[in-house]
């Protein structure tokens, strides 16, 4: 393994190489989606404890869809115990470490919400989050002013949490080690990753947005839903599955194929 220095145009090889492994197995990955989003909605029903579990176990089950993944350029079928692979059966070193990185992930997260909570307007935002009020303009705007602080806090985590779990899982590194080497292939690659997030908004924000209002503007809502719905689920597992790409292209020798849009085993 080595971290390889990727030009800006990779962020977007990486999501037509997202694109190409979801097409491998999409009933397989939706499921493993479907099955994570359904897990958290489950923790969110348990007060504290739920927040609290699911954040913790967060690097795991990135592992696990990652494993996924692999699984699937192998042409092995994707079951949904590949998220305990991780807590299963990598030994107890990993399974160590893996719980250690969940332990800064929720720590982390903490941090952020407490930051966080000095830019929002709590007061404003919860009539229309639980929807005894209609969103207003300046309700709007309080979201995107929240959604701004959040995305720019999170960055840092993302950059250290974002490479960890394989590199603890596969490389067999320390918790530090990971974090830092996860940092530095990030960095190292910034304008690969900007190019790759800025897509991404686009994907999971922009069009949703836009099309929201469209059908709110023809008024058929309804409609809307069923449409939004699958569009961003899909996109969200591509998502899931690019994130392998970019692991690919960052840290091993094979990431550079014939066709730049598959990813070698």
């Known amino acids: 393994m080595k971290l390889n220095r990727v030009n800006a145009q990779q962020g977007y090889v990486w999501i037509r190489q997202g694109i190409w492994l979801f097409k491998q197995?999409?009933?397989?990955?939706?499921?493993?989606?479907?099955?994570?989003?359904f897990l958290v909605q489950l923790a969110i029903l348990i007060p504290i404890i739920?927040?609290?579990?699911?954040?913790?176990?967060?690097?795991s089950l990135q592992f696990g869809f990652m494993t996924g993944c692999r699984q699937t350029i192998q042409k092995i079928r994707l079951s949904p115990l590949v998220y305990l692979v991780g807590l299963r059966s990598s030994g107890p070193v990993v399974r160590k470490r893996l719980l250690q990185?969940?332990?800064?992930?929720?720590?982390?997260?903490?941090?952020l919400s407490f930051i966080a909570s000095f830019f929002v307007d709590v007061q404003l935002l919860l009539p229309a989050l639980t929807g005894d009020k209609p969103l207003g303009i300046e309700i709007i705007k309080q979201m995107y002013v929240v959604l701004s602080i959040v995305v720019a806090l999170y960055i840092p985590i993302g950059m250290l949490m974002w490479f960890s779990p394989i590199l603890v899982g596969w490389e067999d590194m320390p918790v530090t080690q990971a974090?830092?080497?996860?940092?530095?292939?990030?960095?190292?690659?910034?304008?690969?990753?900007?190019?790759?997030?800025?897509?991404?908004g686009a994907l999971l924000v922009a069009v949703p947005l836009l099309l929201s209002t469209v059908f709110e503007a023809l008024n058929i809502r309804e409609v809307g839903s069923f449409v939004i719905a699958p569009i961003s689920m899909a996109c969200m597992t591509v998502l899931y599955c690019s994130a392998f790409a970019t692991w690919k292209n960052c840290f091993t020798d094979s990431a550079a194929t014939a066709n730049p849009d598959e990813i070698g085993a």
Do not use: D
């Open 25 to 37: 197995n999409p009933l397989g990955f939706l499921m493993l989606v479907f099955l994570y989003i």
């Open 50 to 59: 739920g927040v609290f579990a699911i954040l913790l176990i967060t690097p």
């Open 101 to 111: 990185l969940g332990l800064i992930h929720t720590s982390l997260i903490l941090v």
């Open 179 to 200: 974090l830092f080497s996860s940092w530095i292939a990030c960095w190292s690659n910034r304008y690969a990753f900007i190019i790759y997030l800025l897509i991404w």
